[in-house]
């Protein structure tokens, strides 16, 4: 293969920023600095443009089975978005089937998703029960390259697990070294006011977010910490979306316990104001834990700074609006609960964090890709631009630009939660393992070119 020297940039690490050269051989990078020129065959120029490595998002849906429906997208066209929007590796949650085995749902994710992938792909997996046989597939999941596990403390009769059960695969993890996930809300109380509100009659959209408070969110974040403390794990809560939840990590990580947290652009760009939007438009935004009061986006912005929260994934769910949000008309609980997001995270926190001034060029790297890639095991093969690592490159014009909208992005669903939303910057050229996969608007990476990745246990 030949080798590729993108010339002229600012190379952009999460510890660095210099005008240098990366030249890349085959899939990898194999050296960053000047006068690399003459060694390449291809050139691509880079001239004003800011050279970053690819996105990670922790936290994607394709195709999720939801209430009798399925996310609009599947692995093909997702992965395609992700490209377009700069992001080169995604995990995704395997989902089991009631009583199906960890083992044959990994085997189903794979099958689904190795002839569509575009980009680079891994696996989080999904515990619906935590019996002695889903505790040994567990290990061996991590033997395979899926190394964190997500249990769910909201949607009882569904996917909740009680106490025990998640004290039980904590327990696990210390000794497989897997990473426990946590969708952190107290589901039970939860429940009780959604019956309470249905009932009175008070079935709009925004009913799901007042039935879903910060506090249920807080409690449930606190308590995962103390049962994984008890354990001797760390714990990654996922999507955390509100003050409450914010303190509880704070605390703990003050205090010196390993508690880790992800939270979204939803919970930092929108609020319980587009929940309330008038008619049914609030259903575009339905999501859990539901977007909140506009007060809780500065604390989160304040500890994506003071890393009590490590980065930003998406939580990339799609629903359409047409036929799939709809069918929670006249009853807020059934609508499907998810937002597009994967396409839109690495320009969103560039233009809404980085030239806002709320974070670090290097920060936003962090958070976006650094991070994400040393906290699931994927360090320093992605995360980073260094010789050595995979060629999963951005070149990345910060000047223009454009209008996010469901007339011009690529997600297989029928809105954007940003419709003209101005912002600035656009993934220009997007390479993975030395392959172009975005050249200026145009795709051409192909379904099947992502490769699975064996995740090592989490360097965090
Ligand atoms: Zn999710």
Redesign the pocket.
Known sequence: MARTLIRGGTVVTASETMAADVLVDGERVVAVGSDLGGQAERIIDAGGRLVMPGGIDV???MEMPFGGTFSVDDFATGTAAAAWGGTTTIVD?AVPEQGESLQSAAQRWHEKAAPKAHVDYGFHMIVRDVNEQTLADMDSLVDQGITSF?LFMAYPGVFMVDDASLFRAMSRSSENGALIML?AENGGPIDVLIQRYLAEGRTDPVNHGLTRPASMEGEATHRAIALAKLAGVAVYI??LSSADALNAVREARDAGTAALAETCPQYLFLSVDDLARPGFEGAKYVCSPPLRPKAHQAELWNGLRSDDLQLVAT?H?PFDFKEQKQMGLGNFAKIPN?LPGVEDRYTLLYDGGVRSGQIGLNRFVELVATAPAKLFGLYPRKGTIAPGSDADIVVFDPETERVLSASTHHMNVDYSCYEGRGVRGVPEVVLQRGQVLVDHGKLLAQPGQGQFLARSRSGL
């Open positions: 936290h994607t849906h949650f997500k969708h996922v999507h939580d769910c998810g």
